[in-house]
Protein backbone atom coordinates (compact mmCIF):
# COMPACT_ATOMS: atom_id res chain seq x y z
CA UNK A 1 0.00 0.00 0.00
CA UNK A 2 2.57 2.61 1.00
CA UNK A 3 4.93 1.55 -2.16
CA UNK A 4 1.97 2.31 -4.39
CA UNK A 5 1.29 5.25 -2.66
CA UNK A 6 4.96 6.57 -2.69
CA UNK A 7 5.17 5.45 -6.50
CA UNK A 8 2.21 7.50 -7.70
CA UNK A 9 3.85 10.31 -5.45
CA UNK A 10 6.99 10.23 -7.32
CA UNK A 11 4.54 9.69 -10.78
CA UNK A 12 3.02 13.02 -9.99
CA UNK A 13 6.47 14.51 -9.38
CA UNK A 14 7.95 13.42 -12.42
CA UNK A 15 5.08 14.84 -14.88
CA UNK A 16 5.08 17.94 -13.00
CA UNK A 17 8.57 18.31 -13.98
CA UNK A 18 8.11 17.23 -17.27
CA UNK A 19 5.57 19.65 -17.63
CA UNK A 20 7.61 22.49 -16.80
CA UNK A 21 10.38 21.70 -18.61
CA UNK A 22 8.30 22.21 -21.18
CA UNK A 23 9.43 25.94 -22.14
CA UNK A 24 7.34 26.12 -25.27
CA UNK A 25 4.16 25.02 -24.33
CA UNK A 26 3.07 28.55 -22.70
CA UNK A 27 3.27 30.34 -25.82
CA UNK A 28 1.38 28.60 -27.84
CA UNK A 29 -1.14 31.05 -27.07
CA UNK A 30 0.78 33.13 -29.56
CA UNK A 31 -0.30 30.93 -32.52
CA UNK A 32 -2.74 32.63 -35.12
CA UNK A 33 -4.93 29.31 -36.22
CA UNK A 34 -2.88 27.77 -38.32
CA UNK A 35 -0.42 30.44 -39.64
CA UNK A 36 2.94 29.18 -39.60
CA UNK A 37 5.05 31.52 -37.04
CA UNK A 38 7.44 31.84 -34.03
CA UNK A 39 5.81 32.24 -30.82
CA UNK A 40 8.67 33.05 -28.40
CA UNK A 41 9.26 36.49 -28.35
CA UNK A 42 12.49 36.31 -27.30
CA UNK A 43 13.76 34.94 -30.29
CA UNK A 44 17.90 35.40 -28.88
CA UNK A 45 20.67 34.53 -31.76
CA UNK A 46 23.18 33.96 -29.23
CA UNK A 47 23.33 31.73 -26.51
CA UNK A 48 25.72 30.85 -23.84
CA UNK A 49 26.52 27.82 -21.33
CA UNK A 50 28.70 26.42 -18.99
CA UNK A 51 30.66 22.84 -19.56
CA UNK A 52 28.62 19.81 -17.99
CA UNK A 53 25.38 21.89 -17.82
CA UNK A 54 22.38 21.10 -18.74
CA UNK A 55 21.36 23.20 -21.42
CA UNK A 56 17.98 23.55 -23.66
CA UNK A 57 17.93 25.58 -27.18
CA UNK A 58 14.24 26.24 -28.05
CA UNK A 59 12.74 26.96 -31.33
CA UNK A 60 9.05 27.50 -30.28
CA UNK A 61 6.38 27.61 -33.10
CA UNK A 62 3.07 27.11 -34.01
CA UNK A 63 0.82 26.02 -37.34
CA UNK A 64 3.97 23.73 -38.29
CA UNK A 65 3.90 19.79 -39.30
CA UNK A 66 7.90 19.41 -38.65
CA UNK A 67 10.99 21.30 -37.17
CA UNK A 68 14.53 19.91 -38.55
CA UNK A 69 17.57 21.19 -36.33
CA UNK A 70 21.15 21.68 -38.46
CA UNK A 71 24.83 22.00 -36.68
CA UNK A 72 27.08 24.00 -38.64
CA UNK A 73 24.44 23.00 -41.53
CA UNK A 74 24.50 19.79 -40.78
CA UNK A 75 21.08 18.14 -40.59
CA UNK A 76 19.95 16.45 -37.07
CA UNK A 77 21.04 13.63 -35.90
CA UNK A 78 24.56 14.39 -35.52
CA UNK A 79 27.41 12.10 -35.78
CA UNK A 80 28.89 10.50 -32.44
CA UNK A 81 31.75 8.79 -31.28
CA UNK A 82 29.06 6.18 -30.64
CA UNK A 83 26.89 5.75 -33.49
CA UNK A 84 24.07 3.88 -31.43
CA UNK A 85 23.84 7.24 -29.45
CA UNK A 86 21.65 10.23 -30.32
CA UNK A 87 22.80 13.54 -28.57
CA UNK A 88 21.00 15.94 -27.74
CA UNK A 89 17.91 14.98 -26.85
CA UNK A 90 15.20 16.45 -28.98
CA UNK A 91 11.72 16.82 -27.92
CA UNK A 92 8.50 18.99 -27.94
CA UNK A 93 7.65 18.10 -31.54
CA UNK A 94 11.55 19.16 -32.07
CA UNK A 95 10.74 22.29 -30.72
CA UNK A 96 13.77 21.54 -27.81
CA UNK A 97 17.14 20.50 -28.13
CA UNK A 98 18.77 19.37 -24.87
CA UNK A 99 21.94 18.87 -23.99
CA UNK A 100 22.02 17.53 -20.85
CA UNK A 101 25.93 17.17 -19.77
CA UNK A 102 27.38 20.21 -22.74
CA UNK A 103 30.40 19.96 -23.75
CA UNK A 104 32.72 23.05 -25.22
CA UNK A 105 34.20 21.51 -27.97
CA UNK A 106 31.43 19.28 -29.17
CA UNK A 107 28.23 21.31 -28.70
CA UNK A 108 29.93 25.08 -29.56
CA UNK A 109 28.08 25.69 -33.03
CA UNK A 110 25.27 27.50 -35.38
CA UNK A 111 22.11 25.53 -34.88
CA UNK A 112 19.36 26.10 -37.16
CA UNK A 113 15.85 25.23 -37.05
CA UNK A 114 13.69 25.14 -39.92
CA UNK A 115 10.13 25.06 -39.26
CA UNK A 116 7.83 23.65 -42.27
CA UNK A 117 4.01 23.49 -42.18
CA UNK A 118 4.47 21.69 -45.89
CA UNK A 119 4.27 24.66 -48.11
CA UNK A 120 6.01 27.35 -46.35
CA UNK A 121 9.49 27.44 -44.00
CA UNK A 122 10.94 29.59 -41.31
CA UNK A 123 13.94 29.52 -39.98
CA UNK A 124 16.45 30.75 -37.27
CA UNK A 125 19.83 30.31 -36.56
CA UNK A 126 21.07 30.84 -32.96
CA UNK A 127 25.19 30.38 -31.95
CA UNK A 128 25.63 28.44 -28.96
CA UNK A 129 28.78 29.61 -26.85
CA UNK A 130 30.13 27.32 -24.12
CA UNK A 131 32.44 28.75 -21.73
CA UNK A 132 34.48 25.53 -19.96
CA UNK A 133 35.49 24.77 -16.59
CA UNK A 134 39.09 25.62 -15.74
CA UNK A 135 39.69 21.44 -15.42
CA UNK A 136 38.45 21.38 -18.78
CA UNK A 137 40.99 24.18 -20.24
CA UNK A 138 43.78 22.88 -18.03
CA UNK A 139 42.87 19.76 -19.64
CA UNK A 140 42.99 21.11 -22.67
CA UNK A 141 46.11 22.86 -23.02
CA UNK A 142 48.08 19.89 -21.63
CA UNK A 143 46.84 18.07 -24.58
CA UNK A 144 47.93 20.87 -27.34
C1 LIG B 1 1.61 27.33 -44.57
O1 LIG B 1 1.72 28.59 -43.96
C2 LIG B 1 1.38 29.68 -44.80
C3 LIG B 1 1.65 30.95 -43.98
O2 LIG B 1 1.01 30.89 -42.73
C4 LIG B 1 -0.06 29.56 -45.24
O3 LIG B 1 -0.36 30.62 -46.14
C5 LIG B 1 -0.25 28.22 -45.95
O4 LIG B 1 -1.62 28.05 -46.29
C6 LIG B 1 0.18 27.10 -45.02
N1 LIG B 1 0.08 25.81 -45.70
C7 LIG B 1 -0.53 24.79 -45.14
C8 LIG B 1 -0.47 23.50 -45.93
O5 LIG B 1 -1.08 24.84 -44.06
C1 LIG C 1 11.98 15.62 -35.83
O1 LIG C 1 13.30 15.53 -36.34
C2 LIG C 1 13.62 14.25 -36.87
C3 LIG C 1 15.07 14.27 -37.28
O2 LIG C 1 15.33 15.29 -38.20
C4 LIG C 1 12.69 13.92 -38.04
O3 LIG C 1 12.97 12.64 -38.52
C5 LIG C 1 11.24 14.01 -37.56
O4 LIG C 1 10.37 13.84 -38.66
C6 LIG C 1 10.97 15.38 -36.93
N1 LIG C 1 9.62 15.43 -36.39
C7 LIG C 1 8.89 16.55 -36.41
C8 LIG C 1 7.54 16.49 -35.77
O5 LIG C 1 9.30 17.60 -36.89
Redesign the pocket.
Known amino acids: MSLIYSTSVLCIAVISLVNCVNFCEKYAINGKDGILSFTNPDMATLEFGTATQVKRLHCCAAGFT????YKDNV???WKLIDPAETYPD?EH??QTLIFDHLNEYLDEATYTCDVSNGTQHISHTKRLQVQGTCYLDMLHSKIN
Open positions: SIRWPYPINN
